[in-house]
Each structure stands twice: as C-alpha cells, then as structure tokens.
C-alpha cells in the first residue's frame, strides 16, 4: 500500500506561516499541504483542493496549531495504517491506492461530538485521512475500514464519479458502515449510520429517496438528502444505506466482498426496501 | 504599485477570476486588497469523493464565509500577491 509521506510537507507549513503574514496563512497552508496534490486532481485548482480537502475535514490553519502538528508528525500513523490496510486488500483483494494522511480539525464541534474528530475522503485511486492526536485504534480501524471499503467498491462498480447516482452514495455508504459492523462489532459503527426504528427508515426511503433514486452528485438535493440538510433527518442517505445493506446480509448467500461487485439495484433488489 | 491594486479596490464584492504568473487559476468574491495582496473569499466547487458522514457545514446556499468560519474571524481569506497576477477578469454574478 502506497503511503504517501505528508511530514514534509507539514514541516514547510510550520517553517512558512511563521514567516508570514497572519492573514496569508491560509494559502501557505493551502501551497505546502494542497501544492503537492495538484498533480492527482488534474481538472482543479489549488483553491478548489484546499476547500475540498477543509471541507472533508483536514485542520484549518491556526497561529498557534504548531504543537498540534508536531505531535500529529510524531505520532507517526502511517505504520499503522499501512498495517490495517494490507489486511483489508487481502481480505477484499482491493487495489493499492495512494494514501494521504492529515492532522483533522480538532476545533470543529461536529467533527469531535459525532466523529470523534476523525474523517477521510475517498476518490477513485486516491484516498485521503484526517486524524486528531488522540484517536482510539478501534476509531481510527472503524475510518480505515469506511473509507477503503469506499475504494474496493468504486474500484469494481467502474463508474466515473460524474455518473453516480444517489442509489450509488447510498449503497456505497451502507456497504462501508456495514464492513464497520462486520469486522469491527455494532459499536463502533458511526452513531450518524444508526437510526433506532427500522419501520422508520423504511418510511424515510419510500417518502423522499425512492423518488429520487437516480439524482446525479452533482444535484444540490443529492448531498441535502445524503447529509439530512433543511427537513430532512440527519444522515438520511447514511441512515438508509445502512439499513438497505445490513439487511442485504442477511441473505446467508451474500458476503462483502461480493457485494462490492453487484450494481446497486441488484443490491436494492436484495434488500428490505426490494419492491 | 500594481495596476491590478485600483482595479481590485474598485470592484470589491465584485467576484473574479484571476491568472497568475504561474499558471494557476483563481477563484472568489474580492473582499479587500492592501498595497501588496488582493483577497478573495473563494467560490467553492464540489469535487466529488466519499467521506465518512463528516461534511463541513455551510450557510444556507453559500459558502458561509472561508474567513469567519471556526472563528478565526478576518484571519482566513486567499491572498494573492499583486505583482504576480498575470490577467483578471470578472464573472458574472450568477456564473456558480
């Protein structure tokens, strides 16, 4: 697995915004930190990048965040996440992808009450962490799993991620929040997966996504409905796609790691919300 | 001082798009320029990916401001040198 050293480039960071001016800070974080990802995101600017990767949860910069970082460089995780990750590419035969992994937004409430500050954002070929200083190991397995399941599963779906649709997100979320569940145990799936009424969920998927089951990302409704914006429940799409899955599972002849190669209506087809 | 300095004073709040000297492209809403930097608050545009349920939150149909965000206040807008900008133009408003 290709772990890509983001020490470096965490070092310039430091050395640069004490050189700088205050409010120049955020774009020597965005040159030091986002400069050497241009090349894997061929069609955006660098601002684009640095929006997309704060947005995903990487660290805003902070005029004293130099310990936070230091420490982060010190904790050295790539060992470790090397280490959960050669397991998951032969348990899944997944393909090796380049690994990115950040100091996370340790001062954003969300992040930290939901998430226990951790996150992470998967592209076709490419996946990227975000980690504060103090993550459990069972926590920082539980992000591992999600986001690599993330991998193997656009790996064999092939799609482009233009052509995915809402049904796509929710099962793609579903099959790694499941993975979570499977390889981990039920509690440390994400309390946002979760929804305590099944008959409920059920409801939530006849009423607001069934009728929008092919809505392209590019929709603003497609991330309203994923994330639970406006009147939606919170993690709507989450919340569905792991009920859809987890009941997937209980056809004894389904495993995971086939799963990642079904279409999503296949899977639709399999689960409790077949119609 | 930059030519590029009366033009940015001149039309803050105005969104751009600015080449600079090194190819690159930027993007946003002109929120203040010193003698030596413009500073944009930048116009986000989705690119894609799969997270783990954490996302960002943003205002209602905005941005909800790059600076202010987290609290930082006045602290985080994209400064670009004058001197390096190579061409500027104006978007029009509606263009995202």
């Known amino acids: ?84 990750l050669e397991k998951l590419t032969q348990h899944w035969d997944g393909p090796d992808v380049p690994v990115f992994i950040f100091p996370s937004n340790e001062k954003n409430r969300l992040l930290s009450e939901h998430f226990e500050g951790v996150s992470g954002v998967s592209h076709p070929g490419k996946l990227f962490f975000f980690l504060p200083n103090n993550v ?35 099962v793609l979320e579903g099959l790694a929040e499941n993975a979570v569940r499977t390889l981990l145990g039920n509690e440390y799936v994400g309390s946002w997966a979760k929804h305590p009424s099944k008959q409920e ?51 004894p002849e389904l495993q995971l790691k086939q799963m990642h190669s079904l279409s999503s209506l296949q899977l639709l087809d399999y689960s409790m919300f077949a119609s | ?18 080449r600079t000297r090194d190819g690159r492209v930027h993007a946003g809403i002109i929120k203040r320029v010193s003698p030596s930097h413009v500073f944009l608050e930048p116009i986000p545009k989705g690119l894609g990916g799969h997270g783990y349920g954490y996302r960002r939150p943003y205002g209602y149909g905005s941005y909800g401001g790059y600076g202010g965000y987290g609290g930082y206040g006045g602290y985080g807008n994209w400064g670009i040198a004058l001197g390096t900008i190579a061409a500027l133009a104006f978007l029009p408003f509606f263009f995202w």
Not at chain 1, 146 to 162: A, N, P, Q, T, V
Not at chain 1, 234 to 241: E, F, I, R
Not at chain 2, 1 to 18: A, D, F
Request: glycine share 4%; net charge neutral; charged share 25%.
């Open chain 1, 201 to 251: 969920v059920e409801l939530f998927f006849r009423k607001w996504i069934k009728p929008c089951l092919d809505l392209k990302k590019t929709d603003p409704l497609h991330d309203q409905i994923m994330y639970g914006d406006g009147h939606f429940p919170k993690w709507l799409g989450y919340k569905v796609g792991y009920q859809l899955i987890a009941s997937c599972l209980e056809h």
């Open chain 1, 1 to 84: 697995m290709t772990i890509i050293p983001t020490s470096n480039w965490l070092n310039d960071y430091l050395t640069m915004k004490n050189t700088s001016d205050r409010e120049l800070i955020p774009r020597v974080h965005a040159e030091c930190l986002c400069g050497p990802l241009e090349a894997y995101f061929p069609d955006a600017t660098l601002q684009d990048i640095h929006i997309h990767l704060v947005d995903h949860g990487l660290f805003w910069p902070h005029p004293t965040d130099d310990k936070q970082i230091e420490t982060f460089i010190a904790r050295n995780y790539t060992s470790i996440v090397r280490k959960i």
């Open chain 2, 1 to 18: 001082m930059s030519k590029y300095y009366g033009v940015c004073q001149k039309h803050i709040g105005r969104p751009v798009r600015i």
């Open chain 1, 136 to 170: 459990s190991l069972k926590k920082l397995h539980a992000l591992v799993i999600h986001e690599y399941s993330h991998i193997c599963r656009l790996d064999k779906l092939g799609k482009k991620e233009e052509d995915l649709t809402l049904l796509d997100a929710i």
